[in-house]
């Protein structure tokens, strides 16, 4: 920040959580608006071919890569001042700032930068950013990911994370037990149905390791992918849960199918947005933020019933799951502390230096 490479400070934007029973967060980022990049590709097709003469993270800054990143061979946190860089390992994986910034640490992992993968979920990209999650060690940091169609605004391979001091309202949502994988009960990756909340979608988590529970998600994403279906991931709770969102605003937006009033708020309901924070472009948007208007939003993300029930089905295929006979309900427990703040503290102290 003090070497000027963001956009503008995201420090400076209005935060708050808004009345009701979701507690969806709101902040109003005018700047988002007026200096994010542009989205440079077509919106109704999922799977483009990567076009290195549009903007891609090849062509970022060396001042804005923050450092290399791998996965742990041991399960614990290591950080190198320096390494030796072999060719024989391949590309490496980057974490670089956003210099379009949403929250504290808002940063974009890119999966082997130089070898230029389109905006496309595979089994390896996935489990490196659980990996992310997980040796970070702190619940108030997230990764997301949006496939195109579902607000990805650059057509190269990456995932995004950031801190926010609160739970998402979506991370509190029921959950109803609906597949799981075919393997002992204690070693399984368990599917849920999210139950009451604006938006339809699944909740992954369980395995006895990592690479189960990454393998049956990207089978699932991978399947949308094939079959031209947007949607947007959370990866929460240090990689234990992921949430999976299929969504069709941009669709819907595409064949005028969306509310005018909606519209003009100019607000693209990506992952974060889905997940309950809500980062508004309008101060008058800010000053009249209600969790009527969130949920309005968000109802217009969410595939129809019948459409996500057979979504539901295609994905208990694909990843090779089978249907629970009971649908066990699971109130969830947050690992957070209720709030009853309207005002969203900073994760960190903006001088605060992080020693692992």
Same mark, same amino acid.
């Given at each position: 920040m003090n070497r000027g490479l963001f956009r503008y400070d995201v420090t400076s934007c209005e935060t708050k959580v808004i009345s009701g029973k979701y507690g969806f967060i709101a902040q109003l980022n005018e700047g988002r608006h007026l200096k994010k990049r542009l989205t440079e590709f077509r919106i109704d097709k999922v799977l *483009?071919?990567? @076009? %290195?003469? =549009?903007?891609?993270?090849? =062509?970022? !800054? *060396?001042?804005?890569?923050?450092?290399?990143f791998e996965p742990s061979k041991d399960n614990k946190s290591h950080y190198l001042p320096s390494s030796s860089v072999d060719?024989?390992?391949g590309a490496p994986n980057v974490v670089a700032i956003n210099v379009s910034p949403i929250e504290y640490g808002h940063v974009l992992l890119i999966p082997r930068v130089l070898d230029c993968f389109p905006q496309k979920i595979n089994c390896e990209s996935l489990l490196l950013a659980l990996h992310l999650a997980r040796e970070t060690s702190d619940h108030f940091f997230r990764v997301g990911y949006n496939s195109l169609g579902a607000f990805a605004t650059i057509n190269h391979l990456h995932f995004q994370a950031y801190y926010l001091s609160v739970p998402f309202p979506i991370e509190k949502a029921p959950t109803c037990r609906t597949m799981s994988s075919k393997e002992p009960y204690k070693t399984r990756v368990m599917v849920s149905e999210i139950l009451n909340y604006p938006v339809r979608g699944l909740v992954f988590e369980g395995g006895s390791k990592l690479r189960d529970l990454s393998d049956a998600v990207a089978n699932s994403c991978i399947f949308l *992918? &094939?079959?031209? +279906?947007?949607?947007?991931?959370? +990866?929460? @709770? /240090? !990689? %234990?849960?992921?949430?999976?969102?299929?969504q069709c605003y941009a669709e819907k937006q595409a064949h005028g199918k969306v509310n005018q009033e909606l519209l003009d708020t100019q607000v693209n309901p990506a992952v974060w947005? +889905? &997940?309950g924070h809500m980062v508004l472009k309008r101060r008058k948007d800010y000053e009249e933020a209600s969790e009527q208007y969130? /949920?309005?939003?968000?109802?217009?993300? &969410?595939? &129809?019933?019948? =459409?996500?029930k057979e979504v539901k089905k295609c994905i208990c295929e694909a990843a090779n799951l089978q249907f629970e006979e009971d649908c066990i309900k699971i109130q969830q427990e947050s690992g957070f502390e209720s709030t009853t703040l309207t005002q969203v503290n900073s994760h960190l102290r903006k001088d605060c230096l992080l020693l692992h």
């Open positions: *483009q071919p990567f @076009d %290195k003469n =549009k903007f891609n993270f090849t =062509k970022v !800054g *060396q001042e804005e890569v923050l450092f290399r060719s024989r390992e *992918q &094939s079959n031209n +279906i947007a949607f947007n991931l959370l +990866i929460s @709770d /240090c !990689g %234990k849960r992921v949430f999976l969102l299929p947005e +889905i &997940s969130a /949920c309005r939003l968000l109802a217009e993300v &969410s595939l &129809s019933e019948n =459409k996500f």
